[in-house]
C-alpha cells in the first residue's frame, strides 16, 4: 500500500513539474516543486503520521514545508513578467500553451489525488476516520467493551448513543439561579469550587471562610499557574467551568428534567472546575467532539470527568462525542471516573460452557473367584489294616501318607499325615 502511494504521490508531482515547466519555464518549475513540497511538508506536520510520504514526524514535515516555501519565493522572484493577454495584443494563444485555468485545474487535481491517497492509506487499518484520526464507531464500542470494567473507558457502554436535540427553549435560566447554595453549607457554589481548587486562598473576613479573595490556581486546561484576585477587572481571569456545558446537556436528555433536577445538576461539583477564563470562553458549550483542553496531560481526567457526569445523570452521547472520548481512553485504559461514579454495565456475556467429552463406562473388575474348599481327607482303603508300624515296614508300604491304604491316625503318631516313617 505505502508503494503505491508513493507512486500516486510521486505522479502528482510529475504533472506539478509538467505544468511548471510548460508554463513559466525554469522559474515555473521552481513554483511547482515548491508547492508540492510545500503541500507534503503541511499534509505530514498536520497529520503526524504522513508515512504515505515517507516522512517520520511533524518536524521533518516542517522542514519539508519550510523548503517548498523557499521554492515558492524563489520562483516567484525569477519568473518573467506576465505578457499581454490574447485580448489585448491582437495575438491567439498557442494550442500547446497551457492556460492559467488549466494549470489551476492539474494543481486542484493534484491535491484531490493527494488527498485520496491519505484517506486509503488511513482507511486501509480499519480502525480510524481518515480525516479525524478518531476510532471508528465499531473499533470505538470494541475498545469499550473490552475495557477493565471499573474504567471511564468501559463506562461508556452505560451511556446511550443518540442524535443531539434541537436547542430550542434552551436558556441558563433553565437550569435555576446562578450559583446557589445546594448543599445548605452557607456559601455559594462558585466559592465553594473555588475554595476547593485554589491553594492558599484568603477569605473575606466576616464571611465564615466563605467568599475567596485570593489564591493560587494550578490550571487544569493550559497547565499554567493562575495568581487569583477578586475584582471587578481580576475576578474573570478564573472561572467556573461546567465540564458537561449547560447547553449541551439541554440538547441531550436535561430538557425533560424539572427545574430542581437541572439546578442540582448546574451546581454539582462534580460538573464543576476553576478553569482559567479564556480557555473557558472558548470552550463555550462544546463536547469532546469539537473542544478539547490544550493541555494533553489532562485530557484523559478532563473525558473521564464527562462521562462520569453523564452516567450519574443518565445523559447521552452522540457517537461523534463517544468516539472522541473513547480516542482519548485508549491512550489511558485505566483512568477511574471521578469522585466513586459507579457505571452500572450490561452484565458480561458468559462464555459458552465446554461440552463434556463422552468417556466409555469403565467395567467393574471381575469379583475374585473364592477360594477352593479344602479336599476332605480319603478314607482308608477298605480291608488293608495294620496292626502297627511293623506290620507296615514287614509289607513294604512305609511310610504311610494320609490317603494311602492301611493309614490311618493311630499310626501317625505326630499327627502330621505321614506315619511310620
Same mark, same amino acid.
Given at each position: 500500500?505505502?508503494?503505491?502511494?508513493?507512486?500516486?504521490?510521486?505522479?502528482?508531482?510529475?504533472?506539478?513539474?509538467?505544468?511548471?515547466?510548460?508554463?513559466?519555464?525554469?522559474?515555473?518549475?521552481?513554483?511547482?516543486?515548491?508547492?508540492?513540497?510545500?503541500?507534503?511538508?503541511?499534509?505530514?506536520?498536520?497529520?503526524?503520521?504522513?508515512?504515505?510520504?515517507?516522512?517520520?514526524?511533524?518536524?521533518?514535515?516542517?522542514?519539508?514545508?519550510?523548503?517548498?516555501?523557499?521554492?515558492?519565493?524563489?520562483?516567484?522572484?525569477?519568473?518573467?513578467?506576465?505578457?499581454?493577454?490574447? @485580448?489585448?495584443?491582437?495575438?491567439?494563444?498557442?494550442?500547446?500553451?497551457?492556460?492559467?485555468?488549466?494549470?489551476?485545474?492539474?494543481?486542484?487535481?493534484?491535491?484531490? @489525488?493527494?488527498?485520496?491517497?491519505?484517506?486509503?492509506?488511513?482507511?486501509?487499518?480499519?480502525?480510524?476516520?481518515?480525516? !479525524?484520526?478518531?476510532?471508528?464507531?465499531?473499533?470505538?464500542?470494541?475498545?469499550?467493551?473490552?475495557?477493565?470494567?471499573?474504567?471511564?473507558?468501559?463506562?461508556?457502554?452505560?451511556?446511550?448513543?443518540?442524535?443531539?436535540?434541537?436547542?430550542?427553549?434552551?436558556?441558563?435560566?433553565?437550569?435555576?439561579?446562578?450559583?446557589?447554595?445546594?448543599?445548605?453549607?452557607?456559601?455559594?457554589?462558585?466559592?465553594?469550587?473555588?475554595?476547593?481548587?485554589?491553594?492558599?486562598?484568603?477569605?473575606?473576613?466576616?464571611?465564615?471562610?466563605?467568599?475567596?479573595?485570593?489564591?493560587?490556581?494550578?490550571?487544569?486546561?493550559?497547565?499554567?499557574?493562575?495568581?487569583?484576585?477578586?475584582?471587578?477587572?481580576?475576578?474573570?481571569?478564573?472561572?467556573?467551568?461546567?465540564?458537561?456545558?449547560?447547553?449541551?446537556?439541554?440538547?441531550?436528555?436535561?430538557?425533560?428534567?424539572?427545574?430542581?433536577?437541572?439546578?442540582?445538576? @448546574?451546581?454539582?461539583?462534580?460538573?464543576?472546575?476553576?478553569?482559567?477564563?479564556?480557555?473557558?470562553?472558548?470552550?463555550?458549550?462544546?463536547?469532546?467532539?469539537?473542544?478539547?483542553?490544550?493541555?494533553?496531560?489532562?485530557?484523559?481526567?478532563?473525558?473521564?470527568?464527562?462521562?462520569?457526569?453523564?452516567?450519574?445523570?443518565?445523559?447521552?452521547? !452522540?457517537?461523534?462525542?463517544?468516539?472522541?472520548?473513547?480516542?482519548?481512553?485508549?491512550?489511558?485504559?485505566?483512568?477511574?471516573?471521578?469522585?466513586?461514579?459507579?457505571?452500572?454495565?450490561?452484565?458480561?456475556?458468559?462464555?459458552?460452557?465446554?461440552?463434556?467429552?463422552?468417556?466409555?463406562?469403565?467395567?467393574?473388575?471381575?469379583?475374585?473367584?473364592?477360594?477352593?474348599?479344602?479336599?476332605?481327607?480319603?478314607?482308608?482303603?477298605?480291608?488293608?489294616?495294620?496292626?502297627?508300624?511293623?506290620?507296615?515296614?514287614?509289607?513294604?508300604?512305609?511310610?504311610?501318607?494320609?490317603?494311602?491304604?492301611?493309614?490311618?491316625?493311630?499310626?501317625?503318631?505326630?499327627?502330621?499325615?505321614?506315619?511310620?516313617?
Amino acid at each position: 500500500m505505502r508503494w503505491i502511494v508513493f507512486g500516486v504521490v510521486a505522479v502528482v508531482a510529475l504533472v506539478f513539474e509538467v505544468a511548471g515547466l510548460a508554463s513559466l519555464g525554469v522559474s515555473g518549475g521552481l513554483l511547482m516543486a515548491g508547492l508540492t513540497l510545500f503541500l507534503i511538508g503541511v499534509g505530514a506536520a498536520i497529520a503526524g503520521r504522513a508515512r504515505w510520504a515517507f516522512i517520520a514526524s511533524r518536524k521533518v514535515g516542517g522542514a519539508v514545508a519550510i523548503v517548498g516555501l523557499i521554492g515558492l519565493a524563489v520562483g516567484t522572484v525569477t519568473a518573467p513578467p506576465t505578457s499581454p493577454t490574447a @485580448a489585448s495584443s491582437g495575438v491567439r494563444p498557442s494550442a500547446a500553451a497551457p492556460s492559467s485555468t488549466s494549470n489551476e485545474a492539474a494543481i486542484a487535481a493534484a491535491e484531490s @489525488a493527494l488527498a485520496a491517497a491519505e484517506a486509503n492509506a488511513t482507511a486501509a487499518s480499519g480502525t480510524a476516520d481518515s480525516t !479525524t484520526g478518531l476510532l471508528s464507531d465499531r473499533a470505538a464500542a470494541a475498545a469499550a467493551g473490552a475495557a477493565n470494567r471499573t474504567s471511564a473507558l468501559a463506562a461508556l457502554t452505560a451511556v446511550p448513543v443518540k442524535g443531539r436535540a434541537p436547542k430550542t427553549g434552551y436558556t441558563r435560566d433553565q437550569f435555576g439561579a446562578a450559583w446557589q447554595d445546594v448543599d445548605r453549607n452557607g456559601c455559594d457554589t462558585r466559592n465553594d469550587i473555588l475554595a476547593r481548587d485554589l491553594t492558599g486562598e484568603a477569605f473575606k473576613p466576616g464571611t465564615h471562610d466563605c467568599v475567596v479573595l485570593t489564591g493560587t490556581l494550578a490550571e487544569p486546561y493550559s497547565g499554567a499557574t493562575i495568581a487569583f484576585r477578586r475584582g471587578q477587572t481580576t475576578s474573570a481571569a478564573v472561572q467556573i467551568d461546567h465540564v458537561v456545558a449547560l447547553s449541551d446537556a439541554w440538547q441531550k436528555g436535561a430538557q425533560g428534567w424539572d427545574v430542581a433536577r437541572r439546578a442540582a445538576f @448546574a451546581n454539582d461539583p462534580l460538573n464543576l472546575l476553576a478553569v482559567d477564563g479564556p480557555l473557558n470562553m472558548a470552550k463555550g458549550d462544546g463536547d469532546a467532539a469539537t473542544w478539547l483542553p490544550p493541555n494533553r496531560a489532562y485530557r484523559c481526567a478532563y473525558v473521564a470527568r464527562q462521562v462520569a457526569v453523564k452516567v450519574r445523570y443518565g445523559l447521552w452521547m !452522540t457517537q461523534a462525542e463517544k468516539n472522541a472520548i473513547a480516542t482519548i481512553l485508549t491512550t489511558c485504559p485505566g483512568e477511574p471516573l471521578p469522585d466513586g461514579v459507579v457505571a452500572h454495565l450490561p452484565a458480561p456475556v458468559p462464555a459458552p460452557a465446554a461440552r463434556p467429552v463422552a468417556t466409555p463406562a469403565s467395567r467393574p473388575a471381575p469379583a475374585p473367584a473364592p477360594a477352593p474348599a479344602p479336599a476332605p481327607a480319603p478314607a482308608p482303603a477298605a480291608g488293608v489294616y495294620y496292626a502297627n508300624c511293623a506290620a507296615a515296614r514287614a509289607a513294604g508300604v512305609t511310610p504311610l501318607h494320609t490317603g494311602d491304604p492301611g493309614y490311618r491316625a493311630g499310626l501317625d503318631r505326630d499327627h502330621d499325615g505321614s506315619a511310620c516313617e
